[in-house]
């Protein structure tokens, strides 16, 4: 057991720290101080575009960094577990294809539509997950963070929240934790729904039931549940996630219904939302899109529409490299190379619109443009 492990397995202890933390000042409607007077700054993996997504390094990244609340990825385990991986599919974030003894799992699955081939974390326990070890997922666009690979173990939600309420106790700063129920159609097809799990969860830790949460899903029938089960309550919001176009929520494919993304995005679409959730969350090009030539268009009426509907807008993902950004930031040190300034410079185009917050793989970056 490592020094980490130990510390984090300490739960009385740390449940005093979370006390602590939990009787700092908060803002109105239970947020941070720093988010209630700008724009929230989420950090999406933690600082996944420094160090191996979902990992304490990560983490303690984005916090160190200047991030308002840490994402939590939740799936769960074959034992009943929720772990912080951005999908089911362990091959890209882990070490698991070089571990012989777990050859033999490797398997072809349909998950959220998609078909993939691997190793499924439902397919391990707890204990056998914690064996592995974390893996940068795009190692060419980030060899920096690749230089951590196997330094980390793949974490429990609950060693988060745990590690959350010490950083928290320990500076003073109140932070915000913004998980995403996964695959929830999935998950329950299975036999490992998440929504218990996760309710049970944030009830039995004190940080959890008073600094911020906001709870993220692409699914709707999840974030119905979670609302229903746990009322409207000031340090919680719900997230409803939406990408662009015709594609439908996997639990609206699954009950054979037709509402898309698309529609889902429309003045009515918003208020439909405003019933069950507090933000919507379009991808940053359903806010202001590209054009042909990979330049901004002009801004759509998203956020306005959001805002009339009495909704947040929150808008994910901004990431630094080359590739990544629209055409009118980038530089010429080529499509894998990290561009600090053009990151800087797109967020704060998008910023300009009236966003409420917004998620990014370098909070750094998103810290500096909001304090431009």
Known sequence: MTAIQRFLSRRDFIGGLAATAGALALAPGGLATASAQRPTLFAHRGASALRPEHTLGSYAKAIADGADYIEPDLVCTKDGVLVARHEANLSETTDVAKRSEFASRRVRKTIDGETHEGWFVDDFTLAELKTLRAVERIPVDRPGSAQYDGMFQVLTFEEIIDFVAATSATTGKVIGLI??????????????????????????????????????????????????????????????????????????????????????????????????????????????????????????????????????????????????????????????????????????????????????????????????
């Not at 090009?285 to 901004?296: A, E, F, N």
């Open 179 to 372: 998980p995403e129920l996964k695959s929830s159609t999935y998950f329950a097809g299975v036999g490992l729904p998440l929504e218990d799990r996760f309710i049970a969860t944030l009830a039995a830790h004190e940080y959890t039931r008073r600094a911020p949460v906001e709870i993220q899903s692409f699914e709707i029938a999840n974030l119905k549940y979670v609302r229903e089960k746990l009322g409207r309550r000031a340090n919680v919001r719900l997230m409803q996630l939406v990408a662009v176009g015709d594609i439908r929520p996997r639990d609206v494919v699954a009950a054979g219904g037709a509402l898309t993304y698309g529609q889902m995005c429309t003045p009515a679409g918003l208020r439909e939302i405003a019933r069950y959730a507090d933000v919507v969350a379009p991808p940053t090009r359903g806010v202001i899109p590209l054009r042909k030539d990979g330049r901004l268009a002009e801004p759509l009426p998203i956020v306005a529409d959001a805002h009339a509907a009495g909704l947040r807008l929150e808008t994910w993902t901004f990431r630094p490299e080359n590739h990544f950004l629209a055409a009118d930031f980038r530089n010429d040190a080529g499509d894998h190379a990290r561009n600090e300034a053009g990151s800087i410079a797109e967020i704060r185009r998008y910023l300009a619109t009236g966003l409420d917050g917004f998620f990014t793989d370098d909070p750094a970056l998103g810290r500096a443009a909001l304090d431009a």
